[in-house]
């Protein structure tokens, strides 16, 4: 299990451009990575809208945003294009970087166990160390308590 302060996990994921985004290609920046279950689902429609939302305020606190999901790059070009995202969302359908940063778990709903995943956070130093984990993310003020946690880091 990751915590706060080992190095981020390197990864080479497609965007919904078709780009491919290296995570190690991006030390000397803050990163907010996060993990959500599907495109174009009410709650992750309201998650990656609300990143979107606050994008510039991020940006001002030197920091990149990425989404990421088991869903297709053809899936990722389709949502970003119908809300307007300028920030990638990554491809993750083998579910490896899930993994990784073990989001990738058994949920229970209704009775009913399952693989899913756990809607989660992780803010990246510059020089590529988990900063914070935001865990079984609740969507309301989440992109708040996130610049509140980039206004707190040091500007190494």
Known sequence: MLKVGDLA????????????????????????????????????TDQVCAFQNKL?????????????????????????????????????ESKEVHKLYGVWKKKKLFGREYMGV?????????QGRIYHIFSKVRIKKHVENILTVLTGMDSK
């Open 118 to 126: 756990i809607r989660s956070t992780f803010v990246l130093d510059r």
């Open 9 to 44: 996990p390197d990864f080479s994921l497609l965007s919904g451009n078709g780009d491919s985004i290296r995570l190690q290609d991006y030390r000397g920046q803050r990163v907010v990575l996060f993990f959500y279950p599907d495109d174009d689902t009410p709650t992750c």
């Open 56 to 92: 510039s305020q991020l940006q001002q606190q030197d920091a990149v945003v990425f989404g990421v999901s088991p869903d297709s790059v053809k899936s990722h070009k389709k949502f970003a294009s119908k809300y307007g995202l300028t920030y990638p969302l990554l491809s993750d």
